[in-house]
């Protein structure tokens, strides 16, 4: 039986990592639909249309090494504010959504746009100082060179324009469960995430 999970919240939040751990808690699969725009953002930096490289994404393009830096996570964002790339993404994430084993999506308008009848719905927040220390941390890990108010400030751009886009903007569902992880470490956060879920799957 098809159970949907929409789990959105602006980027370094915890989103990604409590969405796989609630995929092989409950053996769903999983989409970060982020990557759907990274892959689409990394090949607009290659000078490729944004439409055309929606239109004809595939599963080598979401697999590419670089689509965890920072410029390819500014490009994301801005060809996210585009409603025709948008369009273009909509029917695989929502084919996706409904196959019969159970999926779990995350990113930032599922429970909104994407999977409004989704049965479970997470917003997954935290503060953007936190969330600009988080992302600092990994793009150091990764070897990258930057600095923390570089950092904080692409998060609160990234921020802004995600939250003011006309068309699908970053905000919780109306039903969605809020989850700060602002003062939770990993475990408190996917044990809360499970804990709610458990409660919605065990009602229906």
């Known amino acids: 039986m098809a159970f949907t999970v929409a789990i959105d919240g602006p980027a370094a939040a915890g989103k990604g990592t409590i969405s796989k751990a609630v995929a092989a808690a409950f053996g769903f699969a999983h989409l970060d639909t982020g ?6 953002g990394a090949r607009h930096l290659l000078g490729e249309d ?16 670089n689509l965890r830096t920072a410029d390819v996570a500014q490009a994301a964002s801005k060809v996210a504010v585009l409603p025709d790339v948008r369009s273009a993404l909509v029917d695989f994430q929502q084919a996706f959504a409904r196959r019969d084993a159970g999926a779990v999506l995350d990113g930032r308008d599922i429970g909104t746009v994407i999977c409004p009848d989704a049965e479970a719905k997470l917003f997954v927040t935290a503060s953007a100082e936190i969330r600009a220390e988080r992302r ?7 070897g990258q060179t930057t600095d923390y108010k570089t950092v904080l400030a692409d998060v609160k751009e990234r921020d802004r324009r995600d939250s003011e886009r006309a068309t699908a903007p970053l905000k919780p569902a109306d039903d969605a469960i809020i989850i700060d992880t602002s003062e939770l470490d ?3 956060a996917i044990k809360a995430a499970i804990d709610a879920i458990s409660v919605i799957r065990d009602a229906k």
């Open 35 to 40: 990557l759907l725009y990274r892959a689409v």
């Open 50 to 65: 944004p439409l055309q490289a929606a239109k004809s994404l595939t599963a080598d393009d979401l697999a590419g090494p």
């Open 136 to 142: 600092f941390n990994e793009l150091c890990a990764n």
């Open 186 to 188: 990993i475990e408190a």
